[in-house]
């Protein structure tokens, strides 16, 4: 593996809150080797959103998961090609419990209870897109998303992943990376509504592909504002850090004085003590000293 293998692998492996500070850590380590290409690539990789961070450890560390979704996913277009009502059924049932316990099980390997609705969503979005298209099950085996499906009308947008590596090709033998739609059995349309069907399809395509792109120019500039808003969040910790330790260690010193300056009073106090039981003494003695002194000149 490249260096940047090596880079991608960690840094979608690790905790998310370490993406950036690591990041920059690989780039700076591959900058001083003299791989200045490597350098500006690793400097490049985006940080995964929470829903795609959650599925990437789903991935990676319970990769039987995606393999439970690409047999579900199978076993239904078999049983829709034959036409299985039955068969569909139970398989339907058994395709919501599997997206329920592995969505449960991706925040459960996060250690999140109690994941919003949102990201929730987004989980079970992008499992039900590996289930129905085994090219967006193998993006998911790599575990190097950057952002996971969502909801977008009947259908979703698929999940992104980082532009590093390509999918690895699928086993020999396996079906192709998108099952076919039932729609295509239907029966052939007139020549002017296929024609009238295809370039509104084709609009169609361009306005999404035109609102994808914006959502994505939206979420780069988000994601780069969030990145310099922790950056500027580290740097800020660093130097309340440094307040409140310069503040305890002024607490320790004030309080040394402080134990010291007691030991001093208390020994003062004792000291005072002291002498004026000495002066009583003395006092008593002066006063028996006049006494006989009067006696004596009496």
Same mark, same amino acid.
């Given at each position: ?19 950036? @500070? ?91 209870? @109690? ?74 349309? @007139? ?108």
């Amino acid at each position: 593996m490249t260096r940047l293998d090596d880079a991608v692998d960690e840094l979608y492996a690790a905790d998310l809150d370490r993406f950036v @500070s690591r990041r920059a850590e690989l780039a700076r380590t591959a900058k001083t080797a003299g791989d200045k290409e490597a350098a500006a690539a690793i400097a490049a990789l985006r940080k995964p959103t929470r829903s795609a961070f959650t599925i990437n450890r789903l991935a990676r560390t319970d990769p039987d998961a995606i393999d439970a979704l690409v047999e579900v996913g199978t076993e239904l277009h078999h049983a829709q090609t034959a036409g299985d009502g039955k068969r569909l059924r139970e398989l339907n049932s058994r395709r919501r419990q599997l997206l329920d316990r592995l969505t449960g099980r991706a925040f459960e390997i996060i250690g999140r209870e @109690s994941p919003t609705a949102g990201q929730r969503d987004e989980v079970t979005a992008t499992l039900t897109a590996a289930l129905a298209d085994l090219g967006i099950a193998d993006q998911l085996r790599q575990g190097i998303l950057v952002r996971a499906a969502e909801s977008a009308g009947f259908g979703f947008s698929p999940p992104e992943l980082t532009l590093i590596r390509s999918p690895r090709p699928t086993a020999a033998g396996s079906p192709g990376p998108a099952r076919p739609d039932p729609a295509a059995t239907a029966a052939p349309e @007139s020549e002017p509504d296929v024609i009238d069907g295809a370039e509104r399809t084709r609009r169609r395509a361009g306005e999404e592909a035109e609102r994808a792109a914006a959502t994505q120019r939206r979420r780069d500039r988000e994601q780069a504002a969030h990145d310099t808003a922790v950056a500027a969040a580290v740097a800020d910790a660093g130097a309340a850090d440094t307040a409140v330790q310069e503040a305890v260690d002024r607490m320790d010193a004030a309080q040394q004085l402080i134990t010291r300056l007691q030991r001093e009073l208390s020994t003062a106090r004792r000291a005072l003590e002291e002498a004026q039981k000495r002066a009583k003494v003395v006092e008593q003695k002066q006063k028996s000293a006049r006494a006989a002194l009067n006696k004596v000149r009496a």
